[in-house]
């Protein structure tokens, strides 16, 4: 790929990521649900970056119908832990694309979160990997790992969208 | 400040009286620093308190750090083959002799001054020590040991009280419940090496309780979800516990709360889950590996055990007093920080003798509900919170446990039953917690 093919991309991507974060800041779950392609893994792992899903509990492991049943819930009148909802402002920054010029686009990311529910707030960080594919001019979540600073500690209820 | 007050309240004659009466409770037991203070002493530091699973450390060095209320302890299996159980706490000046909560090691070397004790605790190693006499006795200078220390099929508890009656005493009914998590293994082996799910919330330890009455109020929104998803497609029985899911709601009727004794309660699903027993199997069956699960149990346990183990469903849903809890899927271990923060730690059982998806189904069933961003969890967390704050208010501190005090009965194994929502666990709770907080 040239050098301004490569620009060109960087750019799509970083606009793909920020969009993504103003619908997670937002509250707009149905908007979110769409970036993601129907095959899709959202992954949260727990205790460790590397932890084998299949052997490792982990905090969010989850394909298209789990995502579909969590939007679903966080958008009704009694998940308690989000209502009132998070006010959410995160920063995504760190991106960086990786391509062979095949269908995937692997994109590591790092994020800053500052959230404030009730009176409280709370700051959040996290590496993000993403694995996108192609959708028209656009591009849709294959997969979406993020890896909590915090991955090891106890947590406060994480019942946002991050 | 807080000594004074405690000093105080221990004072007083009928200590638990002022706090508990049988159906109703003084909501400062949720919010007074002295009273924490007074069940760090008269809970934690008198009674048995479950502290590692062997299977956490299955290995020679293979160590894991906890705590006994605040009590620093490591639980480590030494070069011996045993585990031993030792303050972590250096023998001469007293800083941490083992800083992170996990790992393998020959040794526990003190960073301040560098005195070295081995992996059973034994004192191996002071630098200059020409400034010690000859007959300086090393044996004497080892690891503190934990005063006592006994298990149960793997799951070791300690007590810094030398007093302490037998363990096997102390769990009286609560050990046979155990058992429905243990031999929901063909081979009765349980392995917690699957993770841990590590939570936090701004309220007192004692909000985990064994409540009942709450589900279909708090975790409304995740029963939708299981009706959704029995109403769709992808509502497929293809796991040990997914068919709990489908009929957890007590149909039946049968499902009952039980006061065990000690502190120890229980929502007994058992028959419930029973009276369904064909459905259990037959969903079983259709799992992955699930044949070969159904096989080995009857090898194992004679088809009676072993369709009452399955349909239970490796769930006792057990509280241990104080600190320890067996629910569906995991070991739950509640670490009270401050008398208005408490740490909760899931441990995710892996089953042994059983195939490697059955396990890795369990692992999810597990973390869609439990844990920071499952689907019912967080909502407990979310109402311990507001419980915290709702119980600022004073004016009239007393609340109410007196649910079904009207129609329980005692069973003839001598425990306290009721109907699955009422409150014979908390009061079951609550007398334990009296009768600690009240002894000299």
């Not at chain 1, 009132?84 to 995937?104: F, M, Q, W, Y």
């Not at chain 2, 080892?142 to 007093?163: D, H, Q």
């Not at chain 2, 709360?257 to 229980?266: E, N, Q």
């Not at chain 2, 909760?344 to 892996?350: D, E, G, R």
């Amino acid at each position: 790929m040239t050098t301004a093919g490569l620009a060109e991309l960087q750019f799509a991507v970083e606009q793909f990521l920020f969009r993504e974060a103003r619908l997670m800041d937002s509250n707009d779950y149905k908007g979110w649900l769409d970036l993601w392609a129907d095959e899709c893994t959202y992954w949260l792992p727990s205790n460790d970056d590397d932890a084998d899903p299949h052997e490792h509990i982990a905090l969010i492991y989850e394909g298209h119908k789990q995502l579909e049943d969590r939007v679903w819930r966080l958008s009704g009148l009694h998940a308690h832990a989000q209502r009132p909802k998070s006010r959410l402002a995160r920063v995504v920054s760190n991106i960086e694309v990786h391509t062979d010029g095949g269908e995937e686009i692997t994109v590591y990311s790092t994020f800053v979160l500052c959230e404030i529910r009730k009176n409280e707030t709370r700051f959040w960080a996290g590496r993000n990997r993403h694995v996108l594919v192609r959708d028209g001019d656009g591009f849709l979540i294959k997969l979406k790992k993020v890896m909590l600073a915090n991955i090891d500690t106890v947590i406060p209820n994480l019942t946002f969208i991050i | 400040m807080l000594d004074q007050q405690a000093e105080a309240l221990s004072r007083a004659g009928d200590w638990a009286g002022q706090y508990f009466r049988g159906d109703k409770v003084n909501s400062e037991i949720y919010t007074s620093p002295a009273i924490f203070e007074r069940e760090m002493q008269k809970i934690f530091n008198a009674t048995w308190v479950y502290l590692a699973h062997e299977s956490e450390i299955p290995k020679d060095g293979d160590f894991v750090t906890r705590v006994i209320g605040r009590q620093p302890v490591v639980v480590v299996r030494g070069n011996d083959g045993r585990y031993h159980l030792v303050m972590n706490r250096c023998r001469h000046r007293g800083a941490l002799i083992c800083e992170v909560e996990r790992g393998n090691q020959s040794h526990f070397r003190c960073f301040y001054h560098g005195w070295t004790y081995d992996n059973t605790g034994k004192l191996v190693h002071i630098p200059k020590d020409d400034a010690y006499p000859a007959d300086f006795d090393r044996d004497e200078h080892s690891l503190t040991p934990v005063p006592r220390v006994e298990a149960y099929r793997g799951f070791i508890f300690g007590s810094v009280n030398p007093a302490v009656g037998p363990l096997r005493d102390y769990l009286g009914l609560a050990a046979a419940k155990m058992d429905y998590m243990i031999d929901s293994s063909p081979t009765g082996e349980l392995r917690l090496d699957a993770g841990i799910h590590k939570t936090t919330y701004r309220g007192n330890w004692k909000f985990v309780g064994m409540d009942g009455y709450h589900p279909p109020v708090v975790h409304q929104s995740a029963f939708e979800i299981f009706k959704r998803r029995a109403a769709n497609e992808h509502a497929n029985l293809d796991s040990h516990t997914a068919q709990v899911q489908r009929k957890t709601m007590n149909e039946s009727g049968l499902a009952v709360s039980r006061d065990l004794g000690h502190g120890h309660a229980m929502l007994d699903v058992v028959p419930h889950r029973v009276s369904e027993a064909d459905f259990h199997l037959a969903a079983m069956r259709n799992a992955p590996g699930g044949e070969r699960y159904v096989a080995d149990m009857f090898a194992a346990y004679g088809p009676e055990r072993a369709t009452e183990l399955i349909a239970v469903g490796g769930d006792p849903h057990l509280g241990v007093f104080p600190n320890l809890q067996m629910i569906n899927q995991h070991v739950r271990v509640m670490v009270p920080m401050a008398v208005d923060r408490t740490d909760v730690y899931l441990y995710p059982v892996h089953l042994g003798g059983v195939s490697d998806e059955m396990n890795e189904i369990r692992l999810r069933r597990h973390e869609e509900f439990y844990g920071a961003a499952g689907m019912g969890q967080p909502d407990d967390t979310e109402i311990f919170e507001r419980n915290t704050d709702g119980l600022q208010a004073t004016v009239n501190p007393w609340i109410d446990i007196s649910r079904g005090r009207n129609r329980e009965y005692v069973d003839a194994d001598g425990s306290i039953v009721g109907q699955i929502s009422d409150e014979v666990t908390q009061r079951g709770q609550m007398r334990e917690w009296a009768r600690l907080m009240s002894s000299s």
